[in-house]
């Protein structure tokens, strides 16, 4: 594909409890643009958010920020970013998230965090896309989130193989050497118009 990729990331307007956190949302962030990927976000400057789009930034890579206008002043919108589009709901900002994205990686976060990032996964489930969706469990933050997946298979209530659409790394390297393998075995699926099925 010869058109800029773009990782989208999704994580938390917080700092988190530990340092480890935001330095590996900087680490993600400077990754990515040495990857010469571009980089689409929720459009703030605070939390990990802040920092993945900061190390994008100061290693020379493209920002694409999307920010609901109700949260503009509360999440202090990153207005120096490549680009940001403010848009009027958070059903917006995931789409457009969503459509210029290439893939998905997660970072500790909260309610949004969680919301966003399982979306996007049962949207794969119901083969709107076929983007590769990573889990970044860092400091084993995901763990209960992953034995509940497990008990949502045992239980009947989840296919082993949509529980494989979630893929688990444990540091920013396995992330991204996740989303380039399968980039390269599904090179379609990189490019792929995320919401085409939702618009048919």
Same mark, same amino acid.
């Given at each position: %594909?010869? =058109?800029? +990729?773009?990782?989208?990331?999704?994580?938390? $307007? *917080?700092?988190? /409890?530990? &340092?480890?956190?935001?330095? @590996?949302?900087?680490?993600?962030?400077?990754?990515?643009?040495?990857?010469?990927?571009?980089?689409?976000?929720?459009?703030?400057?605070?939390?990990?958010?802040?920092?993945?789009?900061?190390?994008?930034?100061?290693?020379?890579?493209?920002?694409?920020?999307?920010?609901?206008?109700?949260?503009?002043?509360?999440?202090?919108?990153?207005?120096?970013?490549?680009?940001?589009?403010?848009?009027?709901? %958070?059903? =917006?900002? +995931?789409?457009?998230?969503?459509?210029?994205? $290439? *893939?998905?990686? /997660?970072? &500790?976060?909260?309610?949004? @965090?969680?919301?966003?990032?399982?979306?996007?996964?049962?949207?794969?489930?119901?083969?709107?896309?076929?983007?590769?969706?990573?889990?970044?469990?860092?400091?084993?933050?995901?763990?209960?989130?992953?034995?509940f997946l497990d008990t949502a298979v045992t239980e009947g209530f989840l296919k082993q193989k949509n529980r494989g659409l979630i893929l688990v790394a444990y540091t920013v390297e396995e992330a991204l050497?996740?989303?380039?393998?399968?980039?390269?075995?599904?090179?379609?699926?990189?490019?792929?118009?995320?919401?085409?099925?939702?618009?048919?």
């Open positions: %594909m010869s =058109e800029l +990729k773009s990782i989208c990331v999704f994580c938390g $307007s *917080a700092d988190g /409890a530990s &340092p480890e956190y935001l330095a @590996t949302a900087a680490k993600l962030g400077s990754r990515i643009a040495q990857c010469r990927y571009g980089l689409v976000y929720g459009g703030a400057t605070v939390g990990t958010m802040g920092a993945v789009a900061e190390a994008v930034l100061a290693a020379g890579g493209p920002v694409f920020g999307v920010i609901p206008d109700v949260l503009m002043d509360r999440e202090i919108a990153a207005r120096h970013v490549t680009e940001l589009i403010v848009v009027r709901t %958070m059903h =917006e900002r +995931k789409a457009l998230m969503a459509e210029r994205a $290439s *893939a998905f990686i /997660a970072l &500790p976060g909260g309610y949004g @965090t969680l919301d966003e990032f399982m979306e996007i996964v049962t949207w794969a489930q119901l083969r709107i896309h076929r983007k590769p969706c990573v889990l970044l469990n860092i400091r084993g933050y995901y763990d209960g989130l992953l034995k050497q996740l989303v380039e393998k399968a980039w390269n075995e599904d090179p379609e699926a990189a490019g792929q118009q995320t919401l085409q099925k939702l618009a048919e």
